[in-house]
């Protein structure tokens, strides 16, 4: 049955298919043989192939690790506006172990994700701000990006919401309000969250009930 699947499928690749059917016969024939059907659907610009591929050599899942090729498919994807490869693009600048480490352009990289509003490069960008990393630091423009993370249910960012909250930085101090915004994540597991928690002993204060903590993370229109 398998054999025929796969005979039935490289027919269809003379013609026309999607990247949905392709990761289909990767689960049913290796990754080695699906190489080519990616290629033939990122010459047709075909973003999500270009971030799998580029995961793909990264991860050096059934072939020999490629961080040069994944770059080139995460740039080109990310000139494409594909958020989720413009961050992950972002991730392989910050990375010390290969010799693109460039924390400018790995923070560029992030600003452009974040402008088209992918939360995780939100809440990334905010953490530059924070920690004044290739930039200067502003704490005030870092929480109005975890808070539009957080409308997203970003946990990430709640969690670094409630340590604004809890230190006072960009904002009034306000452990109440700090309490609400790690509590799901501590609940969750989330380290970040966990963190917080325990530094500011927030068990000790009560959730800030008279503020309207949905305005938060609700999701955006």
Known sequence: MKIIFSFLFLLSYVYSYTFEQAKEFEENNGTLKSISLYKKLIEENNTNAMLHLAKIYIQGKEIQKNINEAKNLLEKASELNHNESSYLLGKLYLSKKTHFYNLAKAYNSFVKAANNGYAPAQNMVGQFLVNGIAVDKDYKLAVKLFEKASK??????????????????????????????????????????????????????????GWKFKFYTKPEN
């Open 152 to 209: 997203q249910d970003f946990i990430d960012a709640q969690c670094n919401l409630a340590f604004m909250y809890a230190s006072g930085k960009g904002v009034f101090p306000n452990f109440g309000r700090a309490h609400q915004f790690a509590k799901k994540g501590k609940i969750q597991g989330n380290k970040r969250c966990i963190k917080v928690w325990n530094d500011f002993n927030l068990e000790k204060y009560p959730e800030d009930k």
